[in-house]
């Protein structure tokens, strides 16, 4: 099974598209802020272009804690009473990613780079910022050594991945430059 996230009205062959509102091009309708429907390793491919910068973090204002956060934490780490921290938006969605993926499967992300032009900011519908050295608390193999190695733990990632490239492109927009990040990720297990 191959994967097209936030589809909208893009087909791409070979790929079953995914999206939150029906349309066109969408074969599964699926909020990706939840816990995603596919089993654990089930799926060989995946393309998120302009999707991922969408998913948001918990929402929730209370102190204790939510059923969403409880419900992903509790699929994750069955042994866990309780989460440690709520689930972030960027560690939900690559966390998810990665329990998905076979192992080596691979992932193709595009998000507006945070760090440079309108991209991220222009669209009020963005939630979550993304930044080239953000990638390296998800894997040994994308500089994360120190990133991941230490800190996944603590920061609820259960998400690993070996960077199989990165680059970043321009875009001329109506007004603005819009620069994004297109990262190519392989799934380890």
Same mark, same amino acid.
Request: glycine share 10%; aromatic share 8%; with cysteine.
């Given at each position: 099974?191959?994967l097209n996230?936030g589809?909208a009205?893009?087909?791409?062959?070979g790929?079953?598209?995914?999206?939150?509102?029906?349309?066109?091009e969408v074969?599964?309708i !699926?909020?990706?802020e939840?816990p995603?429907p596919? *089993?654990d390793?089930? !799926?060989l #491919? =995946?393309r998120?272009?302009? =999707?991922?910068e969408? /998913?948001?973090?918990?929402s929730?204002v209370?102190n204790?804690?939510c059923k969403?956060?409880?419900a992903?934490?509790? @699929?994750?780490e069955?042994?866990m009473?309780?989460?440690l921290?709520?689930d972030l938006?960027?560690?939900?969605f690559? $966390? #998810?990613?990665? @329990?998905v993926? !076979? *192992?080596?499967?691979l992932a193709? /992300?595009e998000?507006p780079?945070?760090?440079?032009?309108?991209?991220? /900011?222009?669209? *009020?519908?963005h939630?979550t910022?993304?930044?080239?050295n953000?990638?390296?608390y998800f894997g040994?193999?994308i500089?994360?050594?120190?990133?991941?190695g230490?800190?996944?733990?603590?920061?609820?990632?259960t998400?690993?991945? $070996?960077l199989?490239?990165m680059e970043? @492109?321009?875009?001329q927009?109506t007004?603005?430059k819009?620069w994004k990040?297109m990262?190519t990720?392989?799934a380890v297990?």
């Amino acid at each position: 099974m191959k994967l097209n996230l936030g589809c909208a009205d893009r087909r791409i062959d070979g790929f079953i598209g995914v999206d939150i509102a029906p349309g066109l091009e969408v074969d599964e309708i !699926v909020d990706l802020e939840g816990p995603w429907p596919w *089993p654990d390793s089930s !799926v060989l #491919e =995946v393309r998120a272009h302009d =999707v991922a910068e969408h /998913i948001g973090d918990c929402s929730h204002v209370q102190n204790w804690v939510c059923k969403k956060c409880i419900a992903l934490r509790f @699929r994750l780490e069955p042994t866990m009473v309780l989460p440690l921290r709520h689930d972030l938006g960027r560690i939900h969605f690559l $966390n #998810e990613l990665c @329990r998905v993926l !076979v *192992p080596g499967g691979l992932a193709t /992300i595009e998000v507006p780079d945070a760090l440079q032009g309108a991209g991220f /900011i222009q669209d *009020p519908t963005h939630k979550t910022a993304w930044t080239r050295n953000m990638f390296q608390y998800f894997g040994a193999g994308i500089g994360g050594e120190f990133a991941h190695g230490r800190l996944s733990i603590g920061y609820g990632i259960t998400a690993k991945f $070996n960077l199989v490239s990165m680059e970043r @492109r321009e875009y001329q927009d109506t007004y603005d430059k819009v620069w994004k990040i297109m990262a190519t990720l392989e799934a380890v297990k």
